[in-house]
């Protein structure tokens, strides 16, 4: 077992632990939506959805909306579900804040090294890049119980970073401790799935449409 692979184990398991009796498979949120697409539970503590060092894909200094899901790279579910995220970023460009945070689940083999690798790309400024790259290829790694960390490597060459720096960034104990912070935060909050996603600090319905999320975000923004 190679040091990235059994560091990824130990990260894996102490998720297990941390969840107790944890879905392996895509799950559905906790709380049941309402008419609108919406959850009836209280808005999520801000503290826990986002951090300082949470990575927005469109940020606004105006922005009355912040828009934050929890994700998997290997998730199919959220691979469905990143062509209604991009449409929003599009047509909501500086109106709202869109933040992703990592939620890789256990039983995906890749999704901690692909969370791994979106950061090191992040870490050299290519986070949308690495991000995007992520979805467009799942189907090419995703579902493999092989380590993939070499495909991850082959993006990073492709998408023009500093390869070795981006290896030894991925494997790096702190940034796996950053992705088990972003999934830490999800259990505290009551995620038990991927795509969870909240609007303003309320839960939206589970693999929510673009009108859920659009009605959502208008009533946020008073139009």
Request: net charge negative; charged share 25%.
């Amino acid at each position: 077992m190679t040091r990235n692979l059994a560091i990824t184990f130990v990260l894996l398991l102490g998720a297990v632990v941390s969840l107790g009796l944890f879905a392996a498979t895509v799950d559905t949120p906790a709380d049941a939506p309402t008419g609108d697409g919406e959850s009836s539970a209280a808005p999520a503590p801000e503290d826990l959805l986002v951090r300082d060092d949470s990575h927005y894909l469109t940020r606004s200094a105006d922005a009355e909306v912040t828009v934050v899901e929890f994700l998997d790279f290997e998730c199919e579910a959220c691979r469905a579900q990143f062509p209604v995220m991009e449409r929003l970023r599009a047509d909501y460009e500086g109106r709202i804040n869109l933040v992703i945070r990592y939620f890789p689940m256990p039983g995906h083999t890749n999704a901690v090294p692909a969370a791994a690798a979106v950061e090191a790309a992040a870490e050299q400024d290519a986070l949308e890049e690495m991000y995007i790259k992520m979805y467009e290829t799942q189907g090419e790694w995703g579902e493999s119980r092989d380590a993939k960390d070499d495909v991850f490597a082959g993006f990073a060459e492709e998408l023009g970073l500093d390869v070795p720096r981006f290896t030894a960034t991925m494997g790096s104990p702190a940034t796996l401790a950053r992705v088990q912070a972003d999934f830490d935060d999800g259990v505290a909050l009551g995620v038990r799935g991927t795509p969870t996603i909240y609007v303003n600090g309320r839960q939206t319905q589970p693999m929510p449409g673009y009108q859920a999320l659009s009605s959502m975000i208008d009533t946020e923004l008073g139009s």
